[in-house]
Each structure stands twice: as C-alpha cells, then as structure tokens.
C-alpha cells in the first residue's frame, strides 16, 4: 500500500513540476516577444514623430503633391494605434508613400538640394531599416512563442493559464526592400532618383 502511495505522490509531482517548467517557458518566449515589440515600437514612435518635420519641409515646394502628403499624415497616426498588424499595416503604407514622395522630390530641385530634406530622408531610412531588422527578430520570437502554445503538451496547459497566439508582423514583398534614395546628385538631373534595394529577409 505504501509503494502505491509513493507512486501516486511521485506522479503527482512529477505533473506539477512538468507543469511548472511549461508555465515558466511560456513566460520566458512571451517576454522575448514583448521585448522585440518594445524595439518596434521605439522604431514607430520615431517615424511618427520624424513625419510632421517631412511634411512641413516639403509642403511649401509640393504644391501638386497634396494627395500623397495627405495620405501621409493620415497614415501617421495609425503608427501608435491599434493592433500589430493593424501598425504593421499603416507601416507598410507609408512606406510606399514616402517612395512615391522621395521620387517626386526629383522634380523640385532647391527642395533636393536641401540639408533639412536630405537629412530628414537618411533618419526614415535609417529608421525603416532599424524596422526591418528588429522585425526578423519579432517574427522569430513570434513563431517560437506560437509552437510552444500549439503543440503537445503546451497546448494542453496555455490556454488554461492565459497564453494566446501572437501576431507577426507582416510586411508585403515590396516593403520588405526600403528604397534608398541618392541625393548626392545636385545638378537638378531629369532622371529619376537612384534606388538601391535592400536585400530581403
């Protein structure tokens, strides 16, 4: 009767400590997760706060751009707001957005050969490289975290101590190369800006 006991006893706790090891691991791929976020999310915050600086350069030289310099500031906020994918999403736009406003500065010259403007273009470039780099690692961290929810044993337990799926953050083929535009050209050239694209992750 004693050695049923024992057997009982040492199950019991071999459960609770298995149970304890998932619990602890969730937390730990969870953590991972949000601390990729946070980088992300400083990324964000710094294109959101580098955009009324862009606006406010290039407003008084693109008069027929008003379009893309609206749809910009709209997008804007989205960047601080809502779900990942729903940032990811606003992301993305203003991506294509700022190449469609990087290539139309080609036709304004004095506005090319502004230090203000060729500044404000390499710290958004910087900064959607910064994105795409932290991003990769948010993905990862994403897919990690997601297996162990999903598959057995995890799966049996996360549901019950409030681990959900995460979301990555997805970017279209095309943002995935952030365009590099070259103002070094200050001779007011008819040609288009040249673009050197970012190998994809």
Known sequence: MSILLYAIVGIVALILVSVMLLFNGFVAKRNRVQDAWAQIDVQLKRRYDLIPNLIETVKGYMKYE?????QITQLRSQLISGSVQDKAQANNMISQALKTLFANVENYPNLKASDTMQNL?????????????????????????????????????AGMFGFTKKDFFQAPDEAKEPVKVDFSDMGGSQQGPQQQKKPKK
């Open 121 to 157: 273009q390499q710290e958004l470039e910087n900064t959607e490289n910064k994105i795409s780099f932290v991003r990769t690692s948010y993905n990862d961290y994403v897919l990690d975290y997601n297996n162990a929810i999903q598959q057995f044993p995890g799966n049996v337990f």
């Open 66 to 70: 008003k379009n893309t310099l609206t």
